[in-house]
Each structure stands twice: as structure tokens, then as C-alpha cells.
């Protein structure tokens, strides 16, 4: 108990949404990287529970298999775990090995908990030993653009993932937002008018399909 | 140190990097493109052979140093 309370009085608050990424520099799989050699390109930073374990495994894999669709997106995947950079040799060797796949992205070996603690992947009521299964999307620009947290029992949905990055870029693209389940090639929303010349303007606009003056879709 | 290896000889992507750099200066993009390797890695490669002595920076490009020339005729 005590164990805990000190380790959750050493978690800094998780970035949030809209925040400068927290710089780092880190042992990896693939050498030292800084987040800023990722600069110009967006990143999936993510954190799983440990090593040679089931469900990380599985997610692994996964999000290997969708390295290239991400790579199409300008993104970088780079994962994080409190093991050793030995470790994660091995279980990336025993991976390859055991069921055929070459995990190809850096993976941290954060095993002093530095970049853990700035991106708040420990959740002390859940484990002080182990990282959440956090991701976080950092756009090209460096800025936390999204946060999703998992608990250790589930394993993330690489759909969403890839789903969500793609929503981002074409919000910022087009200056729009996405409704509920959007896919790309769906309609998107059209940003509420701040105006009421522009709220007339829109809803007599025939390239926008509106309900209402506030809710309006079009095609890209 | 991930661009020697345990004998003390340069890694093949270490090699490939000098060599690109061998001839002229290059930025990190355009090694990138040219050796088909994520720009993250290149930035970081660099970084490496940099703090080693291998290559030398000059503004936003690199080119390889008198050391690392010495070491690429060695790794032959």
C-alpha cells in the first residue's frame, strides 16, 4: 500500500488532447530515439503491459499488420513497456519465431518508467509495475491530437486506430469534423455557423445536405 | 552504439549510410528517400555516428568525416 501511494504521488497528469507531446530520448529496439526524430510525421506511441504475454502479443501483431496502412498515413507506429531493450529483442525474435511475423517498428525499453510517467501510462489502482494499454496520437507537429486508454484485461481495436487517424488528418485537411462511426468517404460535418449570415448562407447552400441550420453534412 | 557491431565493424545499415554521405553532403530527408529508410531512423543513425566522430553536420546536411572514410576502407 504504501508502495503504491508513492508511486501515485510520482504520476505526472497524462498530456492531454492539444498539448505539446513531452520530449524524451529512449532506449529502443531500434537504437536511441528522440521523439523529435519523429518530427514531420505523426506517431503512434503506444504502451503494453509486459512482454511474452497473450494479449500484448496479439496487439502486436496486430499492429504490425497495419504498419503500411499507417506508413500511407505519414505515421509512425513506436510501442513502450517497463522491460528491458533484451527483453524486447527476444520476445520480437520469439514472435518471428513462434507465429511467422517480423515486428518491424522501435519498441522502448523503459524499464526506469521516464517516458511511462510523462505520458501517465501507469495506472497505480491497476498495476505499479506494469504500463496501460495507452496510445497516443502525436501529429507532425509534435502536439497530442488524441488519447485512448485500454485496461490490461482488452486488447485495442487496430480499426479505430486507423480509423481515428484518418478522421484527424481529414478534419485538418478540410476543416471539418466526423459524425459517429464515419469512415472515410462518408459524409463529414460541416462546421457549425458562428454567424447568422452565415447560418443563412449555409442552409441555402445546395452542395451542404442540412437538418437544421446547426447540423450539416457534404461530401468531400 | 547501434552502428557497430560486436567486432568492432560497422552495421550494414550504418554502411549504407556513410557511403550515401561518402561523396557529398545530404540532409536527413533526402538520405531517407534515397535509402528507403524511415526518416526517424536516419535522424537517429546520424545522431549516433555524429557523436562517434563518423560523419560531420554542416547546416542541415551531413557528410562523412575523415574517420568514417577510414572505417568504410576498413569494413571493405
Known amino acids: 500500500m504504501e508502495n503504491n501511494i508513492e508511486i501515485q504521488e510520482n504520476v505526472v497528469s497524462l498530456p492531454r488532447i492539444g498539448d505539446k507531446a513531452p520530449s524524451f530520448e529512449a532506449e529502443t529496439t531500434h537504437g536511441t530515439l528522440k521523439l523529435e526524430d519523429f518530427r514531420g510525421s505523426w506517431v503512434v506511441l503506444f504502451s503494453h503491459p509486459a512482454d511474452f504475454t497473450p494479449v500484448c502479443t496479439t496487439e502486436f501483431i496486430a499492429f504490425q499488420e497495419i504498419q503500411d496502412d499507417l506508413r500511407e498515413l505519414n505515421t509512425e507506429l513506436l510501442g513502450l513497456s517497463v522491460d528491458s531493450v533484451h ?119 445546395d452542395s451542404i445536405e442540412c437538418k437544421d441550420w446547426y447540423f450539416c453534412k457534404k461530401q468531400l | 552504439m547501434s552502428c557497430i557491431n560486436s567486432d568492432g565493424k560497422l552495421t550494414q545499415s550504418a554502411t549504407a549510410l556513410l557511403e550515401a554521405v561518402q561523396n557529398d553532403k545530404h540532409t536527413p530527408e533526402s538520405l531517407a528517400k ?43
Open chain 1, 87 to 205: 527483453s524486447h529483442i527476444a520476445w520480437v525474435r520469439n514472435v518471428k519465431e513462434k507465429l511467422g511475423v517480423e515486428l518491424k517498428f522501435p519498441i522502448i525499453a523503459d524499464l526506469n518508467k521516464d517516458v511511462a510517467k510523462k505520458y501517465g501510462m501507469i495506472m497505480p489502482n491497476e498495476s505499479t509495475t506494469e504500463t496501460s494499454r495507452a496510445v497516443f496520437v502525436i501529429d507532425d507537429k509534435q502536439t497530442v491530437r488524441s488519447v485512448i486508454y485500454y485496461p490490461l484485461s482488452t486488447g485495442r481495436n487496430m480499426d479505430e486506430i486507423l480509423r481515428l487517424i484518418k478522421a484527424l488528418q481529414t478534419s485538418d485537411q478540410h476543416s471539418v469534423a466526423t459524425p459517429a462511426n464515419w469512415l472515410p468517404g462518408e459524409k463529414v460535418i460541416v462546421p457549425p455557423p458562428k454567424t447568422q449570415e452565415e447560418a443563412e448562407e449555409q442552409i441555402n447552400d
Open chain 2, 34 to 76: 534515397e535509402l528507403g529508410v524511415p526518416l526517424f531512423k536516419v535522424r537517429s543513425s546520424l545522431r549516433d555516428m555524429s557523436s562517434m566522430g563518423f560523419v560531420e553536420q554542416i547546416e542541415d546536411a551531413y557528410v562523412v568525416s575523415e574517420g568514417g572514410k577510414k572505417l568504410l576502407n576498413k569494413n571493405k
